[in-house]
Nanobody, 126 residues
Framework: QVQLVESGGGLVQAGGSLRLSCTVS????????MGWFRQAPGKEREFVAA????????YYADSVKGRFTISRDNAKNTVYLQMNRLKPEDTAVYYC???????????????????WGQGTQVTVSS
């Protein structure tokens, strides 16, 4: 069974940076498209970024484009989300997700992913 474990969340001031990690066990991440989603209190879980296989095409929500970067290290079985120039509105629980057969039309759809981590809290203070 595939297990995803996020880490790297924390408290940071506006304008700062954090790097989230999602380590996968049970299968190699080269077999999966990987995504990051986030959920703020009282809001729906929303798409942040994704990276597909095998070519590694990346996708970003408009709200994070130019500030966040998703990447994968297949040797470490880990996907990263580098978050720069953080804003208070980036505060949320961030979730890693994986899907072996992700259609391009489902990249931003949380229902398109079968496997999820437990989430890591990111808090950006103003």
């Amino acid at each position: 069974q595939v297990q995803l474990v996020e880490s790297g969340g924390g408290l940071v001031q506006a304008g700062g940076s954090l790097r989230l990690s999602c380590t996968v066990s049970g299968r190699t991440i080269s077999e999966y498209a990987m995504g990051w989603f986030r959920q703020a209190p009282g809001k729906e879980r929303e798409f942040v970024a994704a990276i597909r296989r095998p070519g590694g095409a990346t996708y970003y929500a408009d709200s994070v484009k130019g500030r966040f970067t998703i990447s994968r290290d297949n040797a470490k079985n880990t996907v990263y989300l580098q978050m720069n120039r953080l804003k208070p509105e980036d505060t949320a629980v961030y979730y890693c997700a994986a899907e072996p057969w992700l259609l391009p039309s489902k990249v931003t759809d949380k229902n398109g992913y079968d496997y999820w981590g437990q989430g890591t809290q990111v808090t950006v203070s103003s």
